[in-house]
Each structure stands twice: as C-alpha cells, then as structure tokens.
C-alpha cells in the first residue's frame, strides 16, 4: 500500500530527498507523488540545479585545498629561513666581534718588567752603501761589492736623485733606502728593540729634548686580550730613530721614572 503525502509535505522533504538523507519509504513516496505531480517535479528539479551551481566540483575543492596546504607551508618555510638567515648573520657578526676583541683590539695593558728595551746608536758612515766618489767625500774606505742605490728620473737623467743603502749589522733584512740629505743632516741613526713574551701591538712613546739630551720617554706596552706568549716569545718589536739617543725612559702609573737604556 503505497503513501500519498500531499504537496505541501513532499516540498518539505524535498531537501533531504536531494541529499540522499530520506529512508526508503519516504523516498519511495516523494517519487511516486514527483511521478504525479508535475508542478513538485519541476520544484525538484529547479532545487538539483541551484545546489549544482552552487557547490564546487570535488576536483576543484581539492586544488582549493592544495593551493591553502602549499600557501601555509611557504609562508611556515619562509618564516623559518627568515630566521636562520637572521640567526646567521648574527652569530657571523658576534664571531667577528668576539674575534677582534679578543685578537686585534688593544685592550691589555703589559707590565713594563716583562718588555726588555735595547737600543744601538750607528754612525750613519759606518752602514751605508756608497759609491768611490761619495766613500771619499765622507772619508770612508770604499768597497767594490758595495752598491749605491740610483732612484732614476724619467725625464732628466741629469736630475737623478742620489741615495745610500744603509745596513744595520745583525739585524736581518735592515737594509733602507735614504737620500743623500739625510745623511748630510744625521750623523747617526739609532735602533730601538722591545722583546717581550707578548705581542706588543702598541708602544705610546715620545722624544723630547732635555738639559741637552734626547730622551725616548714611554707611558705604555699594549697587547690584544689573549695573545700567544709561546709564539710571540722571543720576538722583537724595532723602531729606528734618526739621531742619538741618550735614554729611554719608563713614566710609571705614580708619576716616577725608571731608566730602562742609557746610552754610555
């Protein structure tokens, strides 16, 4: 015995009869009255239609999600290797700063009983390199292995300026070039080592002219904060001083002075 629902009921249902959710007796009586009645029918079929252009294609809900999942990952990615590159960077710029304060910066001072001062004053005659003609201007012997050094003109030959090698004996790779005027304005040069167990990266000194003599005073010896003591062992710090000196001086921290050279 079949069920006849009048029109108004069977348009209630017609929702749930779409979406598959009506049992089978229901089902059964909505098509049989859809089979009769041509105005629910066509109701029917309108409601198929807008609920099809309305929903999605699976097809395109699934690139819809993909598109979601990919935007979410590359933005997660992205974030991530944002901060590995910040992270980088830092750790990269602390390396180099921790690098230069602990290597090239002069932040140590070095007590002055561990640099050892020595000093050697030369005639400037005695260590330089001169030709026959020059040797016997200055009254020196001359030697034919010796050479003079010519800084040669481009335009004027005649212009040439003259200059002297000087050598400083025990002193590896010393030799340095001056002009003839200096030798003609200084009788002696004078080398000044420093030898410590530290790498001395900075020596504050100044000469000054008193009571007639010239006199090197230093204030300090300065290091970076780890230094190599095995490595710089035994090494020479070197300054030349053109002219005699006649002391080296150390002005302590309380105002005294310690002589550390004298020439005698």
Same mark, same amino acid.
């Given at each position: 015995m079949?069920?006849?629902?009048?029109?108004?009921m069977?348009?209630?249902l017609?929702?749930?009869?779409?979406?598959?959710?009506?049992?089978?007796?229901t089902?059964?009586?909505?098509?049989?009255?859809?089979?009769?009645? #041509?105005?629910?029918?066509?109701?029917?079929?309108?409601?198929?239609?807008?609920?099809?252009?309305?929903?999605?294609?699976?097809?395109?809900?699934?690139v819809?999600?993909?598109?979601?999942?990919?935007?979410?990952?590359?933005?997660?990615?992205?974030?991530?290797?944002?901060?590995?590159?910040?992270a980088?960077?830092?750790?990269?710029?602390?390396?180099v700063?921790?690098?230069?304060?602990?290597?090239?910066?002069v932040?140590?001072?070095?007590p002055?009983?561990?640099v050892? @001062?020595?000093?050697?004053?030369?005639?400037?005659?005695?260590i330089?390199?001169?030709?026959?003609?020059?040797?016997?201007?200055?009254?020196?012997?001359f030697?034919?292995d010796?050479?003079?050094v010519?800084k #040669?003109?481009?335009?004027?030959?005649?212009?040439?300026?003259?200059?002297?090698?000087?050598?400083?004996?025990?002193?590896?790779?010393s030799?340095?070039?001056?002009?003839?005027?200096?030798?003609?304005?200084?009788?002696?040069?004078?080398?000044?080592?420093?030898?410590?167990?530290?790498?001395?990266?900075?020596i504050?000194?100044?000469?000054k002219? @008193?009571?007639?003599?010239?006199?090197?005073?230093?204030?300090?010896?300065?290091? #970076?904060?780890?230094?190599?003591?095995?490595?710089?062992?035994?090494?020479?710090?070197?300054?030349?001083?053109?002219?005699?000196?006649?002391?080296?001086?150390?002005?302590?921290?309380?105002?005294?002075e310690?002589?550390?050279?004298?020439?005698?």
């Amino acid at each position: 015995m079949s069920m006849k629902l009048p029109c108004d009921m069977i348009r209630d249902l017609l929702p749930s009869y779409i979406d598959g959710l009506e049992s089978d007796v229901t089902k059964e009586a909505v098509e049989e009255h859809l089979s009769e009645c #041509t105005a629910c029918s066509e109701i029917c079929e309108s409601m198929k239609n807008d609920d099809q252009d309305e929903a999605p294609s699976k097809a395109q809900t699934d690139v819809s999600d993909d598109k979601v999942l990919f935007h979410k990952i590359k933005k997660k990615v992205n974030h991530k290797v944002k901060i590995a590159v910040i992270a980088g960077a830092a750790a990269l710029l602390l390396a180099v700063l921790v690098f230069e304060l602990s290597f090239n910066v002069v932040i140590k001072e070095v007590p002055r009983q561990d640099v050892e @001062v020595t000093a050697t004053v030369y005639p400037m005659k005695d260590i330089a390199t001169l030709d026959e003609t020059d040797a016997a201007a200055y009254g020196v012997s001359f030697d034919e292995d010796q050479m003079v050094v010519i800084k #040669t003109g481009d335009e004027t030959p005649g212009d040439d300026e003259q200059c002297m090698t000087l050598t400083i004996p025990d002193y590896p790779n010393s030799e340095i070039t001056v002009t003839k005027d200096l030798m003609d304005t200084y009788d002696t040069m004078t080398l000044i080592k420093w030898r410590s167990p530290y790498f001395l990266r900075s020596i504050l000194w100044d000469i000054k002219e @008193v009571n007639g003599k010239r006199i090197m005073y230093i204030e300090h010896y300065r290091t #970076t904060l780890f230094n190599n003591q095995e490595v710089n062992s035994g090494s020479y710090t070197t300054s030349i001083d053109f002219g005699t000196l006649d002391q080296i001086i150390y002005q302590e921290k309380d105002g005294s002075e310690t002589v550390l050279w004298e020439n005698k």
